[in-house]
Each structure stands twice: as structure tokens, then as C-alpha cells.
């Protein structure tokens, strides 16, 4: 499966975040394209980011989360109104799973399976 898939963990909460506003882009020519919008299940998860006429190919990408929404709806300030997860994918590469470990002062990510 070529796919870009993520997963949101609330650390402060100890949870998924649910309801996360997100973006995936890809860079062509150094302009960056939107390829999808997508929100986070109640489970924090997005498993199927790209559309099924986008394959996944070699090239620079991104994810774009808007945490500054989320933390909003939860009464929150946090410093980070955006997490950006830009990556490369190299030829061959079949799936990228990156979750994002979040509070509203600080934030981790990985490349997961």
C-alpha cells in the first residue's frame, strides 16, 4: 500500500487527539501543493491521507497540523499554533506512519510502521 497515514497522542491528557485539523502538501519546484484536508478521528488517527489518484512517489512532503485549533477548543493556550512534519520519501518507499506526540508547550514525532 502506498499511503501516508498519522496518529495524534495528547500527552498532557495521556489520550488520542480527536478532531485535529491537518493538511498534506507535497513540494514541486520548491512551491509546495495541497494534496488533502483531513481532520483526525475520535480515535486520534488518520489512516488514508492521500487521495486514490495520488500514489505515493519519490519527492519532499509535508503535514501540517493545526493544533492551535485544537488546543483552543479545549480552553487552552499552548506556544505552537502549528506543528509541520516535512519528510522525504525515496524511491521504493511504500508507507509513511508518522504520529505526532503533542502537548501544548512541546511535541515529538517518529517515523512509525
Known amino acids: 500500500m502506498t499511503q501516508i497515514s498519522t496518529h495524534i497522542l495528547d500527552l498532557s491528557l495521556g489520550q488520542p487527539a480527536p478532531n485535529v485539523p ?5 513540494q514541486y519546484a520548491g512551491h509546495w501543493r495541497l494534496l488533502a484536508s483531513a481532520r ?4 486520534g488517527r488518520c489512516s488514508r491521507l492521500l487521495p486514490e489518484e495520488e ?14 485549533a485544537y488546543f483552543a477548543a479545549r480552553d487552552l493556550e499552548s506556544l505552537y499554533p502549528v506543528v509541520e512534519i516535512t519528510f522525504q520519501v525515496r524511491d521504493g518507499e511504500q508507507h509513511f506512519h508518522l ?5 501544548p508547550y512541546g511535541f515529538s514525532t517518529y517515523r512509525g510502521s
Open 22 to 26: 491537518l493538511r498534506v502538501e507535497r
Open 40 to 43: 483526525t478521528d475520535r480515535d
Open 55 to 68: 500514489g505515493l512517489s519519490a519527492g519532499v512532503y509535508r503535514l501540517s497540523f493545526d493544533t492551535a
Open 99 to 103: 504520529p505526532l506526540l503533542l502537548s
